[in-house]
């Protein structure tokens, strides 16, 4: 495969990377967004997030800004949508992509946790749909979880697995269209349980999170679960499982502190408290740090 023709629907927090992405592994790129604004601002913030990681900043120039979605899509060999996480939406703009867009493009969603079985069935070619999650920022967090559902070719798969392995990706396969996927079914695993600890008064949302980051944490970008399981063995893992699986958390919805704390308008650092209080200046000093990080496991 040589270079590909995307279209990218969605300038925001994902779709703005995502199109950065396929434009420095060498793709033409067609973005588009319905919020003028947002549009307008996307190549200067392509080209800031360049700079900041010393990449090309030519690689914008192959980034096209288009305003209508059937212009993005019409030459497309690939269509992306990364539109807000909204299924009657996302249903709506993927009828609008199949009418434009050439019958043999394929058509993937960046949603987070929606199954693409319900974001594509009313299509007429649902073979050629797919979904890629992609996590933030797109261009510093390697892995797109690429997900089949039921009538997706296999044509369709390994294309997209090699689009996004060139790009310098690093592609899974998930089989079964399941909410949430692979990653974030393990990451609400986790938090549930987090949650589960403060409610419970087991200790306070400081606590949980230094745990995790000065313990397993450490380990966690180079030792996967079933990894570790191996490593200590099956054995001692049925011990643990046997002793603590039957006291965490499993109640099948969120939990009601979580519930009270949205009730209350404490939603995190956009009203200045969720869990815990945040200062301005705190909440930009966890923002740099995370990014600080992943740059430096690039
Ligand atoms: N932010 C994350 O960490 C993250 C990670 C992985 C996946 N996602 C998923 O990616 C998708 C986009 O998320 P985001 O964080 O980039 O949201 P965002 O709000 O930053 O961007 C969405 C963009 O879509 C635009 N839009 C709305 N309606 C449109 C339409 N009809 N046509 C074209 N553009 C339209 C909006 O103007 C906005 O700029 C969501 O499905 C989200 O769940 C987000």
């Not at 050439?102 to 299509?123: C, F, G, K, Q």
């Not at 009538?151 to 310098?168: K, Q």
Request: hydrophobic letters at 45%.
């Amino acid at each position: 495969m040589g270079t590909a023709r995307i279209a990218v629907i969605g300038a925001g927090m994902m779709g703005h990377g995502i199109a950065q992405v396929f434009a420095l592994a060498g793709h033409p790129v067609a973005l588009t967004d319905a919020h003028a604004p947002t549009l307008a601002s996307a190549l200067s913030r392509v080209e800031a997030n360049l700079v900041d990681l010393d990449e090309d900043p030519s690689a914008v120039k192959r980034i096209r800004i288009v305003e209508t979605l059937a212009e993005a899509v019409r030459d497309a060999d690939y269509v992306v949508e990364a539109a807000p996480e909204n299924l009657e939406l996302k249903r709506k703009l993927f009828a609008d992509v199949e009418a434009a867009a050439r019958p043999d493009a394929i058509l993937a969603s960046n949603t987070s946790v929606i199954p693409i079985t319900e974001i594509m069935r009313n299509l007429k070619a649902r073979e050629r749909a797919v979904g890629t999650h992609w996590w933030n920022p797109p261009f510093l967090v390697p892995l797109v979880e690429v997900i089949g559902t039921e009538w997706t070719s296999e044509a369709t798969i390994a294309f997209t697995m090699d689009l996004h392995a060139r790009a310098g990706k690093t592609p899974v396969h998930v089989k079964k269209d399941v909410p949430g996927f692979v990653g974030n079914r393990l990451q609400h695993a986790l938090w549930r349980e987090a949650v589960s600890l403060v409610e419970n008064g087991i200790c306070d949302a400081e606590t949980v999170d230094t745990v995790i980051k000065a313990s397993f944490g450490r380990r966690l970008a180079v030792l996967g679960p079933l990894e570790n399981a191996d490593l200590v063995g099956t054995d001692l893992t049925l011990a643990i499982h046997q002793t603590v699986l039957p006291s965490i958390e499993g109640r099948p919805g969120p939990s009601p502190y979580l519930e009270a704390l949205v009730k209350d308008g404490r939603l995190g650092m956009k009203s200045g408290e969720g869990f815990r209080r945040w200062t301005p200046e705190e909440q930009a000093a966890l923002k740099k740090r995370v990014v600080d990080h992943l740059k430096t496991q690039r």
